[in-house]
């Protein structure tokens, strides 16, 4: 199992975790693809289901969206969350009943564990975003609630790419990659798990929107020069806490010797830039 050590001179911490080599890979193109335990049909690849949302018996087909345990769990509570069926269609090629599923599976498991500890979804899109089985899939994990988090609060919203009834997409002053964007709720105070289900309909929209656009910025060609063709990829998370936020960050460039050495980021697109850019793209 995972242990926590902390680092006294800066009260961060790391997770030391041997176990997670193990993990399978099929992002590597240059070999012949295996089977894709996450795909319908592959269900007794997997551990035992968890929940799932769709037809069928539990570890059959018919599955929408479906939850199982972490084979290489790097804390106690570390869960997969498979996004749909599809082998190769994520957001941004979602219809808004998918990702409706997928937001009220998020947080039926957020509220679940919320009781164990501070509770992080998220999800790693690509080979160079982390994700090592190319079947787009989330994952839960529940840090201890003694162990301090180095995570962002809720930027001010300014840069705004759209907002709806409940939400607004922005690109944050201090975004610190290329093309970051944030999707917020107007209401203050709240955590994920509150979220009702007229929100996670309104959320939806705007999510597919702003993916949409980010595929679309990815795609021109003066973004080309930044990203140098790289595969599309990203991460986002859900924030764990209080006036929680969805951060997407796309992955156009790698970090280098002087961000790890410094902790400082080099955002090569301006976000007022980023944000009118991605205003402009039509979905």
């Known amino acids: 199992m995972a242990k926590f050590v902390p680092d006294v001179k800066t009260q961060r911490w790391i997770i030391v975790s ?54 290489y769990p790097f804390t ?48 790693n899109q690509g080979e160079h975003a982390g994700a090592s089985l190319v079947h787009p899939h989330s994952q839960l994990v529940v840090i201890p609630k ?49 979220i009702s289900d007229d929100e996670i309909n309104d959320l939806a929209v705007v999510f597919i929107s702003v993916m949409k656009r980010l595929y679309g910025a990815y795609l021109d060609p003066v973004t080309q020069k930044i990203h140098g063709r790289l595969p599309f990829a990203y991460n986002y998370y859900i924030h764990h806490g209080k006036n929680w936020f969805i951060r997407i960050i796309p992955r156009f460039v790698h970090r280098a010797g002087f961000e790890l050495g410094t902790g400082l980021s080099v955002n090569v697109a301006d976000p007022l830039e980023a944000a009118e850019e991605l205003r402009k793209i039509k979905v």
């Open 18 to 71: 041997p176990l997670r080599v193990q993990r399978p890979a099929d992002v590597d193109k240059t070999k012949s693809p295996g089977v894709c335990p996450f795909c319908e049909g592959n269900e007794g690849a997997t551990p035992p289901e968890i929940v799932r949302y769709g037809l069928g018996e539990k570890n059959k087909p018919g599955w929408k969206v479906r939850v199982i345990p972490n084979l």
């Open 146 to 194: 003694q162990i301090n988090l180095d995570a962002l609060t809720k930027e001010p919203v300014m840069n705004i790419i759209q907002e709806s009834a409940g939400f607004v997409a922005y690109c944050p002053d201090f975004s610190q990659w290329p093309y970051e964007i944030w999707i917020a709720p107007k209401k203050e105070e709240t955590i994920f798990s509150e």
């Open 76 to 123: 106690d509570f570390h869960e997969v969350i498979i996004h749909s069926p599809s082998h190769d269609q994520n957001i941004e090629n979602f219809k808004a009943d998918q990702v409706i599923l997928l937001l009220k599976m998020y947080r039926s498991r957020f509220a679940a564990h919320m009781a164990n500890g501070q509770v992080i979804i998220f999800h």
